[in-house]
T-cell receptor
């Protein structure tokens, strides 16, 4: 089956630092990757959609200068949380697809102190 | 029109019973309806999906029932087991557009 690997699974860092999260499709080429944020006991909130070689499309209310997304190849997308603050602490999940369905990574728990 | 409404928010079912989760949508352009299962601290995993040309799809203990005229679809888990305890999300999409997710149902299977 399709496997999406997300790294790191857990990161703790100081306020003001930048954090990069990687999302890789291991056994298929992902034309589209999605980044979600999930708060405890809530649904998935789509942050942005990225297509390989194109600029990401951000959802309304998501700061594109704070959440930098790069989709440099058909198997790798990165999300960089710039100048992270405690309110950015959350569970970030990526997904990837060629066509349907979307396949999800196991998420990254980000804690900003 | 992009919303997908999911119910119930939480569900407790006895082991061996049938768990039923319902979703309703408005956008008639949706043509793909997956269900995802999520365990704590993990990403969602695709469980089963259906397209509107069929009214039912079964995979093992999991069945999707689809009612196009009512714009509703549901997940049935037969012979529910404690290992099925998780949060379930329905979703809807069309073409290569992004998925719209329901609000989730926390399922607990008790012995």
């Amino acid at each position: 089956g399709a496997v999406v690997s997300q790294h790191p699974s857990w990161v703790i860092c100081k306020s003001g630092t930048s954090v990069k999260i990687e999302c890789r499709s291991l056994d298929f080429q992902a034309t589209t990757m999605f980044w979600y944020r999930q708060f405890p006991k809530q649904s998935l909130m789509l942050m942005a959609t990225s297509n390989e070689g194109s600029k990401a499309t951000y959802e309304q209310g998501v700061e594109k200068d704070k959440f930098l997304i790069n989709h440099a190849s058909l198997t790798l997308s990165t999300l960089t949380v710039t100048s992270a603050h405690p309110e950015d602490s959350s569970f970030y999940i990526c997904s990837a697809r060629d066509n349907q369905p979307q396949h999800f990574g196991d998420g990254t728990r980000l804690s900003i102190l | 029109q992009q919303q997908v409404k999911q119910s119930p928010q939480s569900l407790i079912v006895q082991k061996g019973g049938i768990s039923i989760i319902n979703c309703a949508y408005e956008n008639t352009a949706f043509d793909y309806f997956p269900w995802y299962q999520q365990f704590p601290g993990k990403g969602p995993a695709l469980l089963i999906a259906i397209r509107p040309d069929v009214s039912e799809k079964k995979e093992g203990r999991f069945t999707i029932s689809f009612n196009k005229s009512a714009k509703q679809f549901s997940l049935h888990i037969m012979d529910s087991q404690p290992g099925d305890s998780a949060t379930y999300f329905c979703a809807a999409g069309f073409g290569n557009e992004k998925l719209t997710f329901g609000t989730g149902t926390r399922l607990t299977i008790i012995p």
